[in-house]
């Protein structure tokens, strides 16, 4: 049975929530695989934000990326310590979030995901 965790994360352009699907491929490897529109009181009543994912954060090719604006990678907000969509262009984001403007820099070692059942 394979290890799969929702992360829960905002749409930087219509504001929407969503869900991602990440699955442990080898041990500390986990790919995202599929995303999917959610309402944010249905994700925290099911815990999509109390666990921690470590490693390399990776995604799949088929993976279909926000279901809001179809950006295939996501950022973490340094300030909020939560995660959004990213287009994979601008060097500089603001989090939906907290509307922190940010300018990437490192690759995701950590994110914060819940169990799906």
Not at 30 to 57: L, P, Q
Not at 101 to 106: E, I, W
Request: proline share 4%; charged share 25%.
């Amino acid at each position: 049975m394979p290890h799969v965790v929702i992360v829960l994360a905002k749409c930087c352009y219509e504001k929407g929530a969503f869900g991602i699907r990440f699955e442990e491929m080898e041990r500390g490897i986990w790919a995202g695989t599929w995303a999917f529109a959610v309402k944010e009181s249905y994700a925290r009543k099911e815990k999509y934000d109390k666990n921690t994912i470590h490693g390399t954060i990776a995604f799949i090719p088929e993976y279909p990326g926000c279901p809001y604006c179809k950006a295939k990678g996501i950022f973490l907000c340094g300030m909020c310590n939560k995660v959004s969509c990213y287009d994979g262009e601008s060097d500089t984001v603001i989090c939906p979030h907290c509307n922190a403007k940010l300018r990437l820099q490192d690759k995701i070692k950590h994110l914060n995901a819940g169990g799906d059942r």
